[in-house]
């Protein structure tokens, strides 16, 4: 089992940064890889960017590359989301996910554990 906790969401205006910390516990390590996704109001989770278990390879949705960066720290079991340039449609809750392989996809459906999810709002 593995369990996910996100924190660092809020409020900022566009042009703003922000940074996720998805902090693992149990049965982690460089076995899973991880994920974050996001889910605005009426609208299905998507993909934002994901991490392998080794944290060699990364990918990203294409409407946030060049702004958002993930990485994990193996030692402290966290993984990060740093966003920048923020715009009003990067308003959503986002979720941490972990997925039991060293290979990271952007298919929610392949994520085994999730975390509760942070509010993330930006204003215009």
């Known amino acids: 089992q593995v369990q996910l906790v996100e924190s660092g969401g809020g409020l900022v205006q566009a042009g703003g940064s922000l940074r996720l910390s998805c902090a693992a516990s149990?049965?982690?390590?460089?076995?899973?890889?991880m994920g974050w996704f996001r889910q605005a109001p009426g609208k299905e989770r998507e993909f934002v960017a994901a991490i392998s278990g080794n944290g060699y390879s990364t990918s990203y949705a294409d409407s946030v590359k060049g702004r958002f960066t993930v990485s994990r720290d193996k030692v402290k079991n966290t993984v990060d989301l740093h966003m920048n340039s923020l715009k009003p449609e990067d308003t959503a809750v986002y979720y941490c996910a972990a997925r039991p392989s060293l290979i990271a996809t952007m298919n929610r459906y392949e994520y085994a554990y999730w975390g509760q999810g942070t509010q993330v709002t930006v204003s215009s």
């Open positions: 149990g049965r982690t390590g460089s076995m899973y890889a």
